[in-house]
């Protein structure tokens, strides 16, 4: 059995749709302990996850990184920073 290391990747790296968590960006309910802040109200899809081999395939020394190896695992970069500049920008709309 593959332990938790508790790094957070999972919580930001895919796309969620039970939380409406876009591809890359970091679940709302995420601490900066890298814990979850809703873990008792958790949805299913997270309570269902389990570590696997993908956990150990994806190791880094930073969550950043750790993320960076989840999309480029999946082929999923180049999409994810889309994600993120369609955010940054409509961030950046909702300020002006
Ligand atoms: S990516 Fe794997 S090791 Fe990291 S928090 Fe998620 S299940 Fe645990
Ligand atoms: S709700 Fe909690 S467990 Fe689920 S992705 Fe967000 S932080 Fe992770």
Redesign the pocket.
């Known amino acids: 059995m593959i332990p ?8 930001v790296a895919p796309d969620i749709a039970a939380l409406d968590k876009p591809l890359g960006l970091v679940c709302p309910h995420l601490g900066p302990d890298a814990l979850c802040t809703q873990y008792d109200n958790r949805p299913q899809v997270c309570r269902d ?3 696997d081999e ?2 150990l395939k ?1 190791e880094a020394a930073t969550l950043e990184q ?1 993320v960076a190896n989840y999309l480029a695992l999946f082929g999923l970069t180049a999409e994810a920073e889309v994600v993120k500049r369609a955010k940054l920008l409509s961030m950046k709309r909702a300020r002006s």
């Open positions: 938790c290391t508790k790094c957070g990747a999972c919580c996850y389990a570590p993908l956990c994806i750790r």
